[in-house]
């Protein structure tokens, strides 16, 4: 048996999350546009009749500007260290830019580069792109499509090589070790960065509150939506309600059959940049 751990690095937006997704052929993490949609590290677990991959996805590393920024990136940057394989991630369709070699910086350079979003871009933008991601000096490069599946097996067996002799770490059902309430606060702030306007999707947190179980077999699920400024909550709340009543329909649709979701909107000014309601949050 051969087992091990491989960190998904890179900047923002470069399609970590959907890769992840993608080698594991389900969601484990969620996905959006927006920048800091991860924001912990999730890990998903890859299990083969002889070898066992955790993938651990990891927010964007980028230039901070608050203290939640601060700890994302001491977050991304802790699950590069003392794993067996570091998988930095580009976009196919950006520039090579200071904040990716910012990035190619913090890691060994035995690490696989990624190429990601070729169902973007022309076959001369990604053999260009290559040429530049080849500058930085690692041990393999790979150029994947994370939402078609392109190249993503060959990525695979490359990370698989890697593994290590060692024993399986999880059992062979699981597939990722989120708790469940973490991941029901997650799918709510993940439909709420899609319906949202650009300035609040980075104020708003979600966490699960209470978690009783009901006569009718599913979860009684109570969440709240942090926002920091009383305006943000106007928005999140929308018209009538129209923005929550469709985030609540939305994930849903995502739980388990008589789930009961209730959704609430609370002002926490400038948790952003507070250590202790970070820390509350678990970031």
Not at 41 to 58: H, K, N
Not at 95 to 111: E, M, N, Q, Y
Not at 150 to 164: F, H, K, T
Not at 173 to 200: G, I, N, S
């Amino acid at each position: 048996m051969h087992s091990g751990f491989a960190t998904l690095v890179g900047r923002p937006n470069v399609g970590k999350s959907t890769l992840l997704n993608r080698i594991l052929g389900q969601k484990v993490s969620i996905v959006s546009d927006k920048a800091q949609t991860t924001r912990t590290q999730v890990r998903g677990v890859l299990t083969r009749p002889d070898v066992q991959v955790v993938f651990v996805d990891t927010p964007g590393i980028h230039k901070p500007r608050t203290l939640l920024g601060e700890r994302l990136n001491e977050t991304a940057a802790d699950a590069a260290t003392g794993v067996d394989v570091v998988v930095f991630t580009v976009d196919a369709t950006a520039p090579v830019g200071t904040g990716d070699r910012f990035v190619a910086g913090l890691i060994p350079k035995d690490s696989i580069c990624v190429v990601n979003k070729v169902d973007r871009a022309s076959p001369e933008e990604v053999l260009a792109q290559l040429r530049r991601a080849g500058e930085l000096g690692f041990a393999a490069y790979h150029p994947v499509s994370a939402l078609t599946g392109d190249g993503v097996d060959q990525l695979v067996a490359s990370i698989v090589e890697r593994m290590p002799e060692g024993p399986q770490l999880y059992p062979d059902d699981m597939v990722t070790d989120v708790p469940e309430a973490f991941w029901v606060a997650e799918l709510v702030r993940e439909q709420l960065l899609h319906v949202t306007k650009d300035e609040v999707p980075h104020s708003v947190a979600c966490r699960v509150t209470e978690w009783e179980w009901s006569d009718t077999g599913g979860p009684r699920i109570r969440c709240e939506i942090l926002v920091e400024r009383d305006s943000q909550k106007g928005i999140v709340i929308g018209k009538g309600g129209s923005v929550l009543k469709a985030v609540g329909t939305a994930v849903r649709h995502q739980l388990p059959p008589g789930a009961y979701l209730e959704l609430f909107v609370k002002v926490d000014r400038d948790w952003q940049r507070r250590p202790q309601a970070l820390t509350r949050l678990g970031y």
